[in-house]
């Protein structure tokens, strides 16, 4: 089982970046997926959940309005689209996967919100 996060980096307030998480090693498109972030200092939070079917999807209110999620499951991603960037948005983002039995995680990628 495998989750990659490529896509981190630098970016200034205001701004957007796109996440991709890559998925092998299950089946994809029977496991929720979700976003996590963990900034320096704080508790892990989860930011944004999808559906397997992508028909649902959730968000912490700190996001709301500004990020979206949403996956592609003939490509095995889930994407994490996150618009007018704040300094607080600054974090280690992961991808989890759900089911009833197992969950999985990504190793993280780090974002940096600055000017």
């Known amino acids: 089982v495998r989750l990659v996060e490529p896509g981190g980096g630098l970016v200034q307030p205001g701004g957007s970046l796109r996440l991709p998480c890559a998925a092998s090693?299950?089946?994809?498109?029977?496991?929720?997926m979700r976003w996590y972030r963990q900034a320096p200092g704080k508790e892990r939070e989860l930011v944004a959940s999808?559906?397997?079917?992508?028909?649902?999807?959730s968000y912490a209110d700190s996001v709301k309005g500004r990020f979206a999620v949403s996956r592609d499951n003939a490509k095995n991603t889930v994407y994490l689209q996150m618009n007018s960037l704040k300094p607080e948005d600054t974090a280690l983002y992961s991808c989890?996967?759900?089911?009833?039995?197992?969950?999985?995680w990504g190793q993280g990628t780090r974002v940096t919100v600055s000017p």
């Open positions: 989890g996967a759900l089911s009833y039995s197992s969950q999985y």
């Open positions: 090693g299950f089946t994809f498109s029977s496991y929720i």
């Open positions: 999808v559906t397997g079917n992508g028909g649902s999807t």
